[in-house]
């Protein structure tokens, strides 16, 4: 069956620290891979999608990236996290299922 | 446009209370989605509809029933439900139904089944 696993559950840094959160799928076929973030009391939003051509990513509010099809990884990037970033963060794909299947969620908490 | 609403923003109802949940977008999207999410849990799809029709039941419950009156619109009827069923729940639309599609989510319904 098709899965999403984040692995960073809780991630909790100081403003202007840079950030990584992990995002692995497992399916052997063609995917298509979006994260998503919910600020607290808000709807989900688009941080940024691939779907193909260059792996790198660039999405809104400084966010990128990247895509690794050898290991099955869609990490997500900021160089310098705001307080604002503050908000809980979901890896997703789409199959040719057209299913979105989300991962556990990482919760980020930014400390001024 | 680009927003998907729903309303109530709450409802508390009790385990033999009928109510409804609703959705609009005006975005001419003619894929809707209801997902449910439970408190420190991604959102879990219940229902697609796609052109108007049921395209995906993702097994859930009778006392769970969607309608799709129009393209704009989508409502999850309530009945019978139990305390576990509360949670919050999503609707999204997207412009087709195909794994390409971004879906726009909307803010969501908090039910409390007491």
């Known amino acids: 069956a098709q899965s999403v696993s984040q692995h960073n559950h809780h991630v909790i840094l100081s403003e202007a620290a840079s950030l990584e959160l992990g995002c692995n799928y497992s399916?052997?076929?063609?995917?298509?891979l979006f994260w998503y973030v919910q600020y607290p009391g808000q709807h989900l939003q688009l941080l940024l999608k691939?779907?193909?051509?260059?792996?790198l990513v660039k999405g809104i509010k400084g966010f990128e990236a990247e895509f690794i099809k050898s290991k099955f990884s869609f990490n997500l990037r900021k160089p310098s996290v705001q307080w604002s970033d503050t908000a809980e963060y979901f890896c997703?794909?789409?199959?040719?299922?057209?299913?979105?299947?989300f991962g556990t969620g990482t919760r980020l908490q930014v400390f001024p | 446009d680009t927003e998907v609403t729903q309303t109530p923003k709450h409802l508390v109802m009790g385990m033999t209370n009928k109510k409804s949940l609703k959705c609009e977008q005006h975005?001419?999207?003619?894929?809707m989605y209801w997902y449910k999410q439970k408190a420190k849990k991604p959102p879990e799809l219940m229902f697609v509809y796609s052109y108007e029709k049921l395209s995906i039941n993702e097994s859930v419950p009778s006392r769970f029933s969607p309608e799709c009156p129009n393209s704009s619109l989508l409502n999850l009827h309530l009945h019978a439900l139990q305390p576990e069923d509360s949670a919050l729940y999503l609707c999204?639309?997207?412009?087709?139904?195909?794994?390409?599609?971004?879906?726009?989510f909307g803010p969501g319904t908090r039910l409390t089944v007491l």
């Open positions: 399916y052997g076929g063609t995917v298509n």
């Open positions: 975005m001419g999207h003619r894929a």
């Open positions: 997703a794909v789409t199959t040719n299922t057209d299913k979105l299947i």
């Open positions: 691939y779907f193909s051509g260059d792996p």
């Open positions: 999204a639309s997207s412009q087709g139904q195909g794994s390409y599609n971004e879906q726009f």
